[in-house]
């Protein structure tokens, strides 16, 4: 690899983004966690809201989960909210609420991995140490036509040693800013931009005019459907929440009620009987009404939720508070808005 022209070609077309300027550990670490699921569009606008309300790990380590997955409402991948506040922590409690410069210790701290210790060492301490995430994969399968497949344990390993190989002692922040910006903006998964690619003379796909069989994809897995009846339940003008468990999709977040299943409208109206003990409001005296909001669905990396809605809305009544509090938690309007929902659920906030 022609590092040098590398760099030249960074230096005059490096994207100009907010995290590339007054640059620390701490701001580092957060744009590396916020980017590494998420786009640069996205993120411009999340990542000066997180540093203004979290400006540093203990602010992040004090604060409330719900306050920081507040923050993080709508980014999605939320345990990385979590594990930034579990590394914030645990910085707190090493040294002294600053990240250490050494990449040794750095990928100790909890949900720091090889990337990230990587992205810090290299643009926040001036380290040669490889920043290998799936553009940087792509890139060098492309450059060299390696036949590997990406999410490969080897493969990390492979490109690793290459890219570490590659590093320069000198500028390795702009080396590894350069790949994810090639990666991004050139070397795109479809469709590259091999016109304007620096390495064109040296790109072996490139030149066998294949570079978009490497990296070797693997055989997709069919995603798993669940069927999911999501109900806003009213009392009155409190609305019903619950919280979802600790562990697993989405933990930690709020959400409506959920049935399992697409329930219709008369078997929702039957739900909400037997549970409520009263009856659909009609032309007579009671009690609650029923409001189909529609389907919505969401893909998440493993799994797709197939959703179908229903507004419920009942009298604030003892016994149907009752039931309800059975379910989960009633919330005001203002209480509701400050939970962190997941964005699956945004067709029925
Ligand atoms: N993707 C991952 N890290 C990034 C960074 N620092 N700048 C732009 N895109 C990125």
């Not at 719900?66 to 990385?80: A, F, P, T």
């Not at 100790?108 to 301490?125: K, Q």
């Not at 090639?182 to 390495?199: D, E, M, N, Q, W």
Request: with cysteine; hydrophobic share 35%.
């Amino acid at each position: 690899m022609d590092v040098n022209a590398f760099l030249s070609w960074f230096w005059e077309n490096r994207r100009i983004l907010p995290w590339r300027s007054d640059r620390t550990p701490y701001s580092t670490w957060i744009s590396e966690a916020m980017l590494q699921q998420t786009r640069v569009a996205t993120v411009l606008d999340y990542y000066p809201r997180f540093l203004s309300r979290f400006p540093d790990p203990k602010a992040l380590a004090t604060a409330s989960e719900d306050e920081v997955l507040k923050v993080w409402e709508g980014l999605g991948y939320y345990s990385r909210a979590k594990n930034l506040m579990k590394g914030a922590a645990y910085i707190c409690e090493n040294y002294n609420g600053d990240l250490p410069s050494d990449p040794d210790l750095l990928i100790r701290i909890p949900g720091i991995g090889p990337y990230m210790t990587g992205a810090i060492s290299s643009l926040a301490f001036g380290k040669a140490v490889p920043a290998v995430d799936g553009n940087v994969i792509r890139i060098y399968c492309r450059l060299y036509s390696l036949p590997l497949i990406a999410s490969e344990g080897a493969t990390f390993k492979e490109i690793y040693k290459r890219a570490g190989n590659d590093i320069p002692e000198e500028n390795p922040g702009d080396f590894n800013e350069a790949l994810m910006d090639l990666g991004a903006t050139v070397c795109t998964p479809r469709s590259p931009k091999c016109s304007l690619c620096p390495f064109s003379n040296e790109c072996s796909a490139f030149l066998l005019g294949k570079q978009e069989d490497f990296p070797v994809k693997k055989q997709k897995k069919e995603v798993p459907v669940e069927e999911h009846t999501i109900l806003k339940i009213f009392l009155g003008e409190k609305i019903l929440v619950r919280k979802r468990p600790d562990k697993g999709l989405l933990s930690g977040l709020y959400e409506f009620i959920d049935l399992t299943g697409t329930l219709s409208e008369k078997e929702v109206e039957k739900w909400a009987s037997d549970l409520f003990g009263q009856k659909k409001k009609g032309n007579s005296s009671d009690h609650f009404t029923i409001l189909p909001l529609g389907g919505a669905h969401h893909i998440f990396s493993h799994l797709r939720w197939n959703m179908t809605g229903y507004e419920i809305h009942l009298p604030a009544e003892k016994d149907a508070e009752k039931a309800a509090r059975s379910l989960g938690d009633l919330v005001s309007k203002k209480e509701y808005e400050a939970l962190a929902f997941p964005s699956a659920l945004r067709a029925y906030r």
